[in-house]
């Protein structure tokens, strides 16, 4: 197997926090500046990354197959990813693009960022590093956030020990949001 980078283009939990902000926004307006809780909602209006022409800015610049990030964040993404491949990866957890926002909203109601749902996107590509940039200079926030391997052990590597990953848990807006249709 080629080994392929893994690239993430756009914010990861992003569009869960966003709901959480337009769902909860009298409460984290009494914990945060409303100004804050407002740029968190704007933000869902500026989104780039989960429209079509997203998806064919990334295979012009250079990747090879793309998923959407959704349900059960960008670790369901990457774990679907290597599951299809027949793989496992390493992932480098503080290069994944994640906003202030997403953090502070989600340590207030004791959530993970990163299996939060999202509205990006996760490329696959021979040269991370070059698709990376490639889509930042056309303004698609992007990261090369780690690569596949032949092992078939899937590995987050974190600010502690490295961990295995485990198959995607249910989305986190299911805690606040008990049987939603998202």
């Known amino acids: 197997m080629k080994e392929l980078d893994l690239v993430i283009s756009g914010y990861a ?10 769902n909860y926004q009298k409460e984290l307006c009494s914990r945060f500046r409303p100004e804050y809780v407002h740029r968190i909602l704007r933000a869902e209006e500026q989104r780039l990354c989960g429209h079509p022409e997203s998806r064919e800015r990334a295979e012009e610049s250079g990747a090879l197959e793309v998923f959407k990030a959704e349900r059960g964040g960008i670790l369901a993404a990457v774990y679907a990813a290597a599951q299809q491949k027949k793989c496992g990866l390493r992932l480098f957890l503080p290069k994944v693009p994640v906003r202030q926002e997403t953090i502070e909203i989600c340590e207030w109601f004791r959530l993970n960022p990163y299996r939060l749902y999202s509205d990006c996107l996760l490329s696959l590509s021979e040269s991370g590093i070059r698709l990376e940039q490639r889509l930042c200079e056309q303004g698609i926030p992007s990261a090369c956030v780690g690569f596949l391997t032949e092992s078939p052990d899937k590995v987050v590597i974190g600010k502690k020990e490295p961990e295995y990953l485990n198959p995607p848990e249910a989305d986190e807006l299911l805690k606040l949001f008990p049987g939603a249709f998202f």
Do not use: D, V
Request: net charge positive; proline share 0%.
């Open 13 to 22: 939990g992003a569009r869960g926090a966003s709901r959480i902000a337009r």
